[in-house]
């Protein structure tokens, strides 16, 4: 599998997804800054955390309107698999690849911890080496992490399955108390329609081996290397 | 021409910052503070000497950049 992991100014978790991605796919990512609008063919496009732009207007707006994700739109609806982690997951919403909005944390503090997620509607290609239901634990990192869209929205996401992790407790349960940012129904993370293009809060690549403290980010890697090898 | 641009969430998205402000300014004594939201002002120069058509292409810097219509709602004024 062939990837590309695209570095705006203020990115700052691109390093940590160049590693896991080299490491578990066995194939080193391209770096492409952002003004690089002619990368490589590749088969999954990593947009990854940070603070894009310094986060100016509101978080992934300017990234979202630079000229690298235009290139990133056109190949997302060529088929492309686009992950969004983070800011990348701020970026995709702004950036009209993924529905609804990234808002300010309901406690409007910057959480970083470790979080339980459900996985929901595992399917390839980034979710089929988990099991539906199963608990992972990864940590998050932001202070914009507030799922919110209007009620229509929400209701087709639910209804076709775009879900794909939601916030809970240590045993699986779907609480309030689990909900780390006020997120709608504590939507964690979601798909395009198509399945293709998913952004997430959480961050997989920082929990990829043992030395780490855990590997329940691994198999998002994994998967993704198998259904694009 | 000079366009000032209001970009203010919709009704019924929660504002948590508001929330802290008027919470803020009850701690420091003011009293009779109703809801507080707050918002964003941009104030811009546009090379644009008819007003209609500056309103039109403020309209889609608006919906392309300067306002997430997701959860905002905005406003445009200009100077005469």
Known sequence: ?229 | MRARVHVTLKQGVLDPQGKAIGNALKSLGFSGIGEVRQGKFIELEVAESDPARARQKLGEMCEKLLANTVIEDYRIDLDH
């Open chain 1, 1 to 229: 599998m062939k990837s590309a992991v695209i570095v705006f100014p203020g990115s700052n978790c691109d390093r940590d997804m160049q590693v896991a991605l080299a490491r578990i796919t066995g194939v080193a990512p391209v770096m492409v800054w952002h003004r690089d609008v002619d990368f490589p063919k590749v088969d999954l496009i990593a947009v990854p955390g940070g603070f894009s732009y310094g986060d100016y207007l509101r978080s992934g707006a300017m990234a979202a309107n630079s000229p690298v994700m235009a290139e990133v739109k056109k190949r997302a609806a060529a088929g492309v698999a686009v992950l969004g982690v983070c800011n990348g997951f701020q970026i995709l919403t702004e950036a009209g690849l993924l529905p609804g909005v990234l808002m300010r944390n309901a406690s409007l503090r910057f959480i970083c911890r470790d979080v339980y997620l459900r996985v929901e509607n595992a399917r390839a290609p980034f979710s089929a080496r988990y099991k539906d239901g199963q608990t992972i634990r990864i940590p998050i990192a932001h202070a914009d992490g507030n799922f919110f869209t209007d009620g229509e929205t929400l209701r087709r996401i639910e209804g076709e399955g775009q879900v794909a992790f939601r916030y809970c407790d240590a045993d699986g349960a779907v609480t309030a108390a689990a909900n780390p940012n006020g997120s709608l129904n504590n939507i964690a993370g979601i798909r395009n329609r198509a399945g293709n293009v998913l952004g997430m809060m959480p961050h997989p690549e920082r929990l990829i081996e043992p030395l780490l403290t855990g590997s329940d980010g691994r198999p998002m890697f994994e998967g993704l290397a198998e259904a694009l090898a």
